[in-house]
């Protein structure tokens, strides 16, 4: 017999907080894979919403190619605010 | 595109990753010796989970209250999430679940000798709690630091619920021991019957343990079987006067010039025997997970039909 699908599951820890990925697991359909979700990853009231997703539908970077895919974030150290330098008695800046 | 890059290459970029003590994670390369030992040491964990919901379900349906029962219920069912968190991470190897099953009721792959124990009475719900969960949490916790990703990031989760268990097993033998004199003994025979298999579960010695230097360098292992097992007795022997029991070692005693407990070493001929397959329950363990797994083969069939019509 073929193995069930696997889904990712991410939960929201609390409002107010982004979805985070907690796991993995197996389930015959979306329906399944959240009623386990809640079952593995939420017995002690972890969170406050699910989503699971199917693995083979997640487009991902691959490692291989981390340094030229995130290479353009490099060279714009401006983007960061401690690019800018002002005088230390400059208030709430 | 692809672009084959050498291995020497590969190796040298994993080695500096485990060098500055960052993670391994499952689409980086790894060498095949690193992946291997993980997959070993990951899924007989997995399975030591899975095979260590037996000995304490054995006591679910004649726990002695109901809170003691929705007790044991919900820490049996947590050994049940640590070997799904633990097969995730397994898988993320390149092993199915499927196999994973597969080798487990084959005898291809381990688990904790611990489980081959059996659990005569309610006392040993206690004990185990206390000395195995206690033991587990020694290996564990050095483990959330492991250099492989989804392997650290699955003990940070187990670590967290592991404390409950220690707690209940520790209260459970508080409450007897606060009972009749039948009852400390009960809690006596117990604690004598667990105290040096709970010993073996760091494993054998250093100087019989090959691999582990190979383990500390790729950074899986934090800690050598002996430190951990060090640790362990450290820990335990005020735990054990708190209580009231003894540890049935003659020669545990404070060294004051190593600032640690000096201790007798369990039978590790019995050890042998038990991993080889020869202890008390091997062949009873490894049945009953074969039955669960063949009598549910029904229910996977038919969600995985009911699934196909899509209408769920
Ligand atoms: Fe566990
Ligand atoms: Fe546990």
């Known amino acids: ?45 972890e969170g406050v919403s699910i989503w699971v997703v199917r693995a083979d539908a997640i487009a991902a970077s691959s490692p291989d190619e981390k340094d030229p895919l995130f290479a353009p974030a490099g060279d714009k150290v401006y983007r960061h605010p401690t690019f800018y330098s002002i005088p230390d008695d400059v208030p709430h800046m | 595109m692809t672009t084959t890059v050498p291995e020497d290459v590969l190796l040298q970029q994993f080695d500096a990753v485990i060098a500055r003590n960052d993670r391994i994670e499952p689409r980086d390369w790894m060498p095949e010796g690193y992946r291997k030992t993980l997959v070993r040491q990951v899924a007989q964990h997995a399975h030591s989970e899975i095979i260590g919901m037996q000995p304490e379900g054995n006591w679910l349906t004649r726990a002695p209250s109901l809170r003691r029962k929705a007790i044991l219920l919900a820490k049996v069912q947590d050994e049940a999430g640590h070997g799904l968190y633990l097969y995730s991470a397994t898988e993320t190897l390149g092993v199915s679940r499927g196999e994973l099953t597969e080798m487990l009721i ?38 959330c630091r492991t250099s492989y990703g989804p392997y650290g990031r699955a003990m940070i989760r187990i670590c967290k619920e592991e404390s409950f268990h220690q707690r209940q097993g520790y209260e459970l033998l508080m409450t007897m021991m606060r009972g009749t004199d039948e009852q400390r003994a009960m809690v006596q025979e117990s604690v004598d019957r667990f105290w040096w298999p709970a010993l073996m579960m760091f494993g054998p010695p250093d100087a019989d343990s090959p691999n582990t230097a190979q383990s500390m360098a790729w950074g899986i292992k934090r800690n050598t079987n002996d430190d951990l097992r060090q640790r362990f007795v450290d820990m335990t022997v005020p735990q054990a006067e708190a209580l009231g029991v003894t540890l049935p070692d003659p020669e545990l005693r404070w060294n004051e010039e190593r600032g640690a407990h000096d201790f007798g070493q369990p039978d590790w001929d019995e050890f042998m025997q038990v991993v080889q397959g020869n202890g008390p329950c091997n062949r009873q363990r490894i049945a009953h997970r074969r039955r669960a797994h063949e009598d549910g083969a029904w229910v996977r069939d038919a969600a995985t039909a009911f699934a196909a019509r899509g209408t769920s």
């Open chain 2, 106 to 143: 084959e005898g291809r792959q381990k688990y904790s000798s611990i489980f081959n124990y059996p659990t005569l009475s309610f006392a040993d719900v206690g004990t185990i709690g206390w000395l195995v969960d206690g033991a587990a949490i020694c290996n564990q916790v050095p483990l």
């Open chain 1, 1 to 45: 017999m073929s193995e069930w699908p696997l889904y990712e599951v991410f939960v929201r820890g609390k409002r107010g907080l982004n979805h985070v990925h907690v796991g993995s697991l197996h389930a015959a359909d979306d329906a399944m894979a959240l009623h386990n979700a809640r079952d593995v990853y939420t017995r002690r009231n």
